[in-house]
């Protein structure tokens, strides 16, 4: 899969490339939801980074998580943590937000 594909599932699922946890990691939008996998996770409602201990290039990692903000969704699916059914959007600007000195 390679960055912008479009899968033919559900309507439409785009692939959006966000290295950093590894080279080739990904987020699928589909229908309003982001699905970060180890992208982002959450705690509490609150989105956090991925690890830096499990992270490829703790740097890069960080610096694709701008990409996500521009893409029209609300909830949020991560693999560690509570996901964000609703307001994800607002949050990951918010998370962005309290991070942007570290990208």
């Known amino acids: 899969m390679d960055d912008g594909d479009i899968l033919p599932e559900c ?3 785009e692939v959006i490339h966000v290295p950093g946890h590894t080279a080739g990691n990904i987020c699928l939008l589909v229908e309003g939801s982001l699905i970060t996998g180890d992208t982002l996770r959450s705690r509490r409602g609150k989105l956090r980074p991925p690890s830096s ?3 490829e290039d703790s740097a890069e990692a960080l610096k694709g998580l701008s990409r996500l903000e521009s893409l029209d969704f609300d909830a949020i699916y991560v693999s560690h943590g509570d996901d ?3 307001g994800g959007k607002e949050e990951l600007s918010s998370f962005l937000g309290r991070i942007r000195s570290a990208i």
């Open 84 to 86: 964000l059914i609703t």
């Open 11 to 13: 309507g439409g699922i």
């Open 53 to 55: 201990r499990f992270s």
